[in-house]
C-alpha cells in the first residue's frame, strides 16, 4: 500500500503525568483513505492529532510523511496539512471573507487565486449569502461550516477533523460531509475523530480504536465488526473499552 503517514514508537509524557497519554508501536495511513480514530475520553486521540499536525512535539519516537515520494517531517509539510479543530478557530468579529483572506495570505496565497478560491469555498459550505456578515451573528451550525472552510484554504493533502460536526444540524452536517467526500474523491487524506460513532460508520474506510493511549484494533468497521462478532461501532467500542465512565 501506498502510505502517506508512517508511525513508529510514537509516545507523550505530559509534563508531571505518571503515565504515558500516547504509547503507539507502529501505524500506517494510507493515502487517499478516511481514517478514523476512536476512543473514550483520555484516549489519547487529541495528543495524536495534535502530534501529526505539529502542534505539541512527541517525547519520543516520531512520523513521517510521504507526500512526494520522499521521506519529511511534520514541519516540513505544514503547508501540505489542513487542520479543522473542535473549537473554532476564526475571527468572530470579522466576516468570513476577512477570516479567509487572513488565513490564506499565511500561506502566501497569490490575491487573485485567493479570492477564487474563497468564493469556491463559501459555495461549497454555503455561506456565499452571508459572506460579508460578521461570524458572530452566525448559528453553530454556520460557524462549524466557515470552521471547515478555514481548514481547506490551502489545498491541503492531508485534512485532519477533530469533532468537525459537534453541535450542528443535520442540514449542516450533509453539507459538510457532502464536502469531505468530493475532497477525498479528489486525493485528499482525511483523518477524522468524533464521538459520533454512527457517522464513522458511514464514513470511516479504515478505523482505530485507541484506549490508554494504545491502539487496541485497528482495521475496516467490517472486519473488525465480524471477528469480534459485533454489530455496530458504538458496541464494539464499549466491550473493548468497557463502561466505566472516563474523565
Known amino acids: 500500500m ?7 514508537e510514537l509516545t507523550k509524557q505530559y509534563k508531571n503525568a505518571d503515565a504515558l497519554s500516547l504509547d503507539i508501536q507502529s ?6 483513505e478516511k481514517f478514523g480514530i ?14 501529526l499536525c505539529g502542534i505539541i512535539e512527541p517525547t519520543t519516537g516520531s512520523a513521517h510523511y510521504h507526500l512526494d515520494g520522499d521521506h519529511h517531517s511534520v514541519k516540513s509539510v505544514l503547508t501540505s496539512i489542513g487542520f479543522v479543530p473542535q473549537d473554532f478557530a476564526f475571527y468572530p468579529e470579522l466576516t468570513p471573507v476577512q477570516n479567509l483572506l487572513y488565513f490564506g495570505r499565511l500561506y502566501d496565497i497569490p490575491k487573485v487565486n485567493l479570492l477564487q478560491k474563497i468564493d469556491y469555498l463559501l459555495d461549497s459550505v454555503g455561506l456565499m449569502h ?3 456578515k460578521k461570524i458572530n451573528t452566525f448559528s453553530g451550525g454556520m460557524k462549524r461550516r466557515i ?8 489545498d491541503p493533502k492531508i485534512l485532519f477533523l477533530d469533532e468537525p460536526t459537534v453541535g ?7 453539507a459538510i460531509f457532502r464536502l469531505l467526500d468530493e475532497l477525498n474523491a479528489k486525493g485528499t487524506t482525511i483523518i477524522y475523530t468524533s464521538h459520533h460513532l454512527k457517522e464513522a460508520e458511514d464514513f470511516c ?3 482505530a480504536l485507541l484506549d490508554h493511549g494504545k491502539i487496541i484494533k485497528i482495521g475496516s468497521l467490517s472486519g473488525l465488526l465480524s471477528s469480534n462478532s459485533m454489530t455496530n461501532l458504538e458496541e464494539l467500542l464499549i ?3 468497557g463502561n466505566t465512565l472516563r474523565d
Open 2 to 8: 501506498d502510505n502517506v503517514i508512517d508511525i513508529q
Open 27 to 32: 501505524l500506517e495511513i494510507v493515502r487517499g
Open 38 to 51: 476512536f476512543g473514550p475520553n483520555g484516549a489519547g486521540k487529541t495528543t495524536l492529532i495534535s502530534i
Open 130 to 132: 452571508v459572506k460579508r
Open 147 to 154: 470552521n471547515l472552510a478555514i481548514g481547506l484554504i490551502n
Open 168 to 174: 450542528v444540524d443535520v442540514q449542516s452536517k450533509v
Open 205 to 207: 474506510d479504515r478505523i
Open 239 to 241: 466491550s473493548l473499552t
